[in-house]
């Protein structure tokens, strides 16, 4: 195959996977996601000389430099208009003041905000792109045991917080978010199209 | 006691079977972009200033102006980035347009009215490409806010295939420098007419909307926009959006336009505001929706419905955005 036909592949494969990395850092408003989604595969095809045997971490991290473009440029300025009330409602995250607030998952978020941008990401791409330490090493751009290290400094501080936040969110685990209850416990999240 | 990753699993915001974003076929922007990946030009590396490509390759870039207030903060910090010639650069922006108080506001019935008697003869037609002069607010983390003005025109050939210019210029100080962006993306002053990009694409048909030509029927035209903008519903905030839309892409002919302010009308939320001069000099009736900090204000020609122009205004200042209110954030000015 050549180059254009494995990327061509890739991008088929990995579309939706690529764009619910990107729906879940822009809190999954669609207009956004696609001009960032389409970004990404553009980048991705000016490297596509590079792009690996297992695509999808490599993937991942062209998309978090192109969020770091999207957010530092006009992102900002969308999501400053959807701040002020375009579509609250659409937004998949609603950051609560404690534990026993809903939806669940809200003070979960609000833990991880707590966190320094490079712990927020290896958490994320851990536990919602699922990736292991080493396709982790792929999208961060470092070796895995530094991978694995970083994967365990922030494990440590995102517990922290969760503590600091009381006691009830220790013990409060199963109560899954609504959309997310089922998907927890099932699908890899290794989008194939 | 929970595992930390665990709880964060539980608390994906986007699961994998997410309906908008569920495995499976790509839909047709997806496929449109990868065919375009494969066959045709790609497109200007991203702006840290804009996101990539511009209006032409992304429909929420606009382009708009600045309150003068902001724009001093803008110019102070701009002087110490910019090194050109000693003539001051046209970087004053304006503020908001002004409604004469003195003007009985049109409603839009009557309008439609006026654009449905208008359209009659089918002149001036619809044509494939827009003429758009557009005053942006672009915005960093790490600097304040500054007014990109450009001029873009997009022109399709019968063969399929087509152009697009866009050139740095602000219309209201012809012939002096404007603040434009250099090579990587980066503002800069540059001299008025500066070409930011000139490219010519192969040919392209797609069939849907907004590519395929927009009905001239009102329920048609809200079917085609709905399509356009992925919804199966719109309120007149995602009217106007995909109003925005269309007219980056087709310079609508009378029958388009009335079809566009009957559609308008209908849907309501559009209060009239009274008669205007937009930026380009003509006169105009606008018609306001407010939502919580923003005002958007549709201009649109008092006889034939035609829309000249879209502004959006900061109703609230954002300071840590570097925005007053009263800032435009994004203004756009349509001609043939």
Partial sequence: MSNDEIFAAAYREHYWAVSRYVARRLDGRTGEVEEVVAEVFTVAWRRRAELPHTPLPWLYGVARNCLANAVRGQGRRRRLLARLGNDDAAHGRHITSGPEAEPPGGWVHEALARLSARDQEVLRLTAWEELGVDELAVALGCGSRAAAMRLHRARARLRTEIDRMGPASATAPHRPHPATAVDATTAKEHGHG | ?336
């Fill in chain 2, 1 to 336: 006691m929970a595992d930390e990753l665990d709880l964060l699993r539980r608390a994906n915001p986007v699961p994998a079977d997410a309906p908008q974003h569920a495995d499976g076929p790509l839909d047709h922007r997806g496929e449109r972009h990868l065919h375009r990946l494969l066959h045709e030009p790609p497109p200007a590396p991203a702006s840290r200033w804009r996101p990539t490509g511009g209006r032409s390759a992304h429909r929420g870039v606009r382009l708009a102006w600045g309150l003068a207030a902001t724009l001093v903060v803008a110019v102070t910090a701009l002087t110490l980035l910019l090194a050109g010639p000693s003539a001051p650069p046209a970087v004053a922006a304006p503020r908001p347009l002004v409604v004469r108080a003195d003007a009985t506001p049109v409603p839009l019935d009557l309008l439609a009215e006026r654009a449905e008697a208008a359209a009659t003869d089918g002149e001036p037609g619809l044509r494939k490409g827009t003429h758009v002069q557009s005053w942006s607010l672009g915005m960093s983390d790490d600097a304040p806010p500054i007014t990109l003005p450009e001029e873009r025109v997009v022109r399709w050939t019968a063969d399929g295939r087509h152009t697009e210019l866009v050139v740095a210029t602000d219309p209201r100080h012809p012939g002096r420098p404007v603040i434009g962006e250099d090579e990587d993306g980066n503002p800069r002053q540059v001299e008025d007419g500066r070409v930011v990009s000139d490219t010519t694409y192969p040919p392209s048909w797609s069939d849907a909307p907004p590519h395929s030509p927009p009905p001239h029927d009102p329920d048609r035209l809200r079917a085609y926009l709905e399509e356009a903008q992925h919804t199966d519903t719109m309120d007149i905030a995602q009217l106007l959006d995909a109003a925005d839309l269309l007219l980056d892409n087709w310079t609508l002919g009378a029958r388009e336009s009335a079809a566009l302010v009957r559609l308008l009308a209908d849907t309501g939320g559009l209060r009239p505001a009274g008669e205007v001069t937009d930026r380009l000099g003509r006169h105009g009736q606008a018609y306001v929706h407010e939502v919580t900090g923003v005002r958007r204000m549709l201009i649109m020609n008092p006889d034939t419905g035609a829309v000249l122009g879209l502004e959006t205004t900061f109703t609230e200042a954002q300071p840590e955005y570097g925005v007053a209110a009263g800032d435009v954030m994004e203004y756009s000015a349509w001609t043939r």
